[in-house]
Nanobody
Framework: QVQLVESGGGLVQARGSLRLSCAASGGTFSIVTMGWFRQAPGKDREFVAALGWKSGPEFYKDSVKGRFTISRDNAKNTVYLQMNSLKSEDTAVYYC???????????????????WGQGTQVTVSS
């Protein structure tokens, strides 16, 4: 079993920045892909970004390209989401997720991820 714990959310003004962290523990050897998702009130959970746990490309939702960066520190078993130029529409609960199946990083369906964190709130004020 893999446990994921997010941190770093909070309240920020529009055009500001935040960095989210996701610490993984447990069976991290089984992780193939790490992803970030978000869910705004009344909306479905949506893909934000993903990357291969050990190596490989990054993949982003179009609306965050150039503003968000996903990265990893394997020594710390941690994945990050650096969010710059934040907009009010980025307000949501952000979830870290891990996938153990060997699937292309471009597969964004949340159902393909089998481990989830508890979420961290990001609120962007305009």
């Amino acid at each position: 079993q893999v446990q994921l714990v997010e941190s770093g959310g909070g309240l920020v003004q529009a055009r500001g920045s935040l960095r989210l962290s996701c610490a993984a523990s447990g069976g991290t050897f089984s992780i193939v892909t790490m992803g970030w998702f978000r869910q705004a009130p009344g909306k479905d959970r949506e893909f934000v970004a993903a990357l291969g746990w050990k190596s490989g490309p990054e993949f982003y939702k179009d609306s965050v390209k150039g503003r968000f960066t996903i990265s990893r520190d394997n020594a710390k078993n941690t994945v990050y989401l650096q969010m710059n130029s934040l907009k009010s529409e980025d307000t949501a609960v952000y979830y870290c997720a891990a996938r153990s199946r060997i699937i292309a990083v471009t597969q964004t369906d949340p159902k393909t991820y089998n481990y989830w964190g508890q979420g961290t709130q990001v609120t962007v004020s305009s």
